[in-house]
């Protein structure tokens, strides 16, 4: 596989010469804002389980069909599939670490908004993944409904990335008012700190999602390469889906 | 104005049948959801004031695009306008409500993760509303640069939305854990609450963001509207921006 940001700017004339280079800067900042909420979050297994697995590569398992859009599909889908793969599985990790945590410490499980909206988005994250591993990797349902369920899958994806960030940002806020609810509101460097990682959380997100929602960006319709997919449910159906 | 959810389902007979009264349930949905979050935020000034004025009525300027969609643009327009300065001056009276708390209790202001946070969305969202005022109520500015803007208002409606809800769940933790930290991890009635509450505010967003990004609930393109448009710098200057 090429990294191929800029390929489709040599291939079409009719888009904007600006495009390619915003496109590349944006990922960059990406991955910029990705790396070093990852390294802020390093001080504990659990905070750093789920920015690493549910923030950064989720964000990234989507960013594949952007910037690897004039690559084979069928490849494109492999990558997403076992970055969301490895996503899945490092989440898991920061689960069981925090669950733990509370059995050792005696902290009651599972009474906080936190808590509820991160489990929420661990499960739905489960099931996200089993839904797009049948409809899009094994061709078991019709393509039709791989069509029908495409947008759904995409819209999903981006809910559940909004979020892992929103869950991040409530589990930093209760870390803080536990940890050091008197000196944070004497703006401490660790308070700061920790707000500061909520900003770029959120600038990650902000940039993720304009990538993965600019039209320009998505990956050009290629009906040549659907009917010659593996795939070949559409040859006999005639609905062709296209690539999200 | 009429309310109009089922008027395209009339004239375009290519839409599924099941279309327009899944519009009209989602939209339905998303009502109840926002009263009742409203509702349930109604126990203190600021909370009340951000989540009817920055989640509910800044979601709901944004869906008379897709409610009113086939009403005159200029009107849709002028009610998403009025709409999100109504928000715009409730989501003032609850900071400066907040502010007059802190300065009674001696608080200090701004140290925490939802107040740099809600401060973000609050100045973002008055910005957003300035720049929309700008481009799209009074044509100061030429097509080509209304049609380039669009695709970015869009989006950032949608980020301060999602910001929004992610500063009130922030919010609500704070306040769960200064005032019930202990109760809290017992499963409190008021906890648990005010967790439904979160959990609600995101079902909220979520609706929302389904309801807006979806591409068959999109405005219809009406190149006949565009061109007899009080814009008349579309007549002289060729490009038309198309409807958000």
């Known amino acids: 596989i090429n990294f191929s940001v800029c390929h489709s700017q040599i291939m079409d004339d009719s888009a904007p010469l600006s495009s390619c280079s915003v496109f590349a800067w944006l990922v960059g900042a990406s991955q910029v804002l990705g790396v070093t909420s990852v390294v802020l979050t390093g001080f504990n297994l659990h905070p750093l389980c789920m920015v690493l697995g549910l923030v950064f590569l989720q964000g990234d398992a989507i960013l594949v069909y952007r910037v690897f859009r004039n690559e084979p599909k069928r ?52 099931i ?17 409904l791989r069509a029908s369920y495409l947008p759904v899958h995409v819209f999903c994806g981006l809910v559940l ?12 806020t209760e870390k803080l008012l536990f940890s050091i609810m008197q000196p944070y509101s004497l703006f ?19 940039v993720l999602g304009y990538l993965i929602t600019r039209e320009e960006y998505r990956r050009p319709p290629n009906p040549e390469e659907e009917s010659l997919s593996v795939h070949f449910k ?11």
Chains 1, 2 share one sequence.
């Open 75 to 126: 490849n494109v889908k492999v990558l997403h599939g076992i970055i969301h793969l490895l996503a899945l599985i490092i989440g898991i990790i920061g689960i069981v670490a925090v669950f733990d945590f509370h059995r050792e410490a005696k902290i009651p499980d599972m009474y906080s908004l936190h808590s509820w909206c991160g489990m929420a988005t661990l499960i739905l994250f489960c």
């Open 188 to 206: 401490t460097p660790e308070g700061v700190l920790a707000n500061v990682l909520g900003i770029l959380l959120v600038c990650f997100g902000i």
């Open 161 to 172: 990335l909004v979020m892992a960030i929103g869950s991040s940002l409530l589990g930093m």
């Open 128 to 144: 996200q993944w089993v839904m797009g591993l049948l409809f899009f990797l094994f061709p078991v349902a019709s393509s039709w």
């Open 234 to 244: 559409t040859l006999t159906e005639g609905a062709s889906p296209t690539g999200p």
